[in-house]
C-alpha cells in the first residue's frame, strides 16, 4: 500500500460519503519522487503526517465535511471525535482565522485544534480551539 484514501465525512450528518476523497502516502519520500525538481510545499507534507500519525494510534481518521467548508482532519478515537486544522503557521490575523473559521462552525464539545510549526506563541486557546505546535502533538507532549 502506497497511499491511504481518507473519506469524508459529513459532520453534521454524521457519515461517511462516497465522493472526494483525499489521498495521503505511506511515506513523504514516495512524495519526494512524484515531485522532482519542484520546491516542496510544507504544508501538505506537514498534512499528510498529522493525518499519518491517528492512523498509526489505530484511529479512524477523515476529511470532514461541514456544509461548503473542509475541516482537515476528523478523528474518531475510543474516548471520542477529535476535529483538527493545520497550518504551517498563522502569521497574522487573517491566515489565523481563516484556519479557525471550520472549527468554531462546529457546534458540539468535543476537542478542536489548530496544529502549526509556530514556534513564538506555540500555544494558545481560542473560545475552546487550542493552538498547539504540531511537533508536540506527534510526539504526544
Same mark, same amino acid.
Given at each position: ?13 454524521? $457519515?461517511?460519503?462516497?465522493? $472526494? ?43 470532514? $465535511? ?18 483538527? $486544522? ?56
Amino acid at each position: 500500500m502506497l497511499l491511504y484514501e481518507a473519506l469524508r465525512y459529513n459532520i453534521k450528518g454524521r $457519515q461517511c460519503l462516497s465522493a $472526494q476523497s483525499k489521498y495521503y502516502t505511506v511515506d513523504i519520500g514516495f512524495r519526494n519522487i512524484l515531485f522532482i525538481g519542484k520546491e516542496a510545499y510544507h504544508g501538505h507534507i506537514l498534512e499528510n503526517m498529522v493525518y499519518l500519525e491517528p492512523i498509526r494510534r489505530g484511529y479512524e481518521t477523515y476529511v470532514g $465535511q461541514l456544509g461548503n467548508g473542509e475541516v482537515d482532519f476528523v478523528t474518531l478515537a475510543p474516548e471520542g471525535m477529535m476535529y483538527s $486544522q493545520v497550518a504551517t503557521n498563522a502569521p497574522d490575523e487573517k491566515v489565523l482565522e481563516r484556519e479557525l473559521s471550520p472549527l468554531r462552525k462546529i457546534h458540539n464539545n468535543y476537542p478542536k485544534y489548530l496544529l502549526t510549526l509556530d514556534e513564538v506563541f506555540a500555544e494558545a486557546d481560542y473560545g475552546g480551539i487550542r493552538k498547539i505546535n504540531a511537533i508536540d502533538w506527534l510526539l504526544g507532549e
